[in-house]
């Protein structure tokens, strides 16, 4: 996971998961950041944007629907 001390890079740098995972990939729903969006361990936030939502939800969160409404 990612360190909340340090800020995260300009988002034209893609999430560490979109380099694992290449064409897997998507915008992050928060901030558009290139990041690993389908398949298997896909999310739609990449570890910037999941922090804080996994800070107040806790582990338990999930996602409704990754559709753009």
Known sequence: ???ATTPPPPLT???PSALKAPGLTGPCAGCQRPTQ???SGGCPL???CMA???ER???G???VSTRLQ
């Open 1 to 3: 996971m990612i360190d």
């Open 13 to 15: 740098e893609p999430d």
């Open 37 to 39: 969006r389908y398949g």
């Open 46 to 48: 990449c570890q910037w």
């Open 52 to 54: 804080p939502v996994l």
């Open 57 to 59: 939800y806790g582990n």
């Open 61 to 63: 969160v999930r996602y």
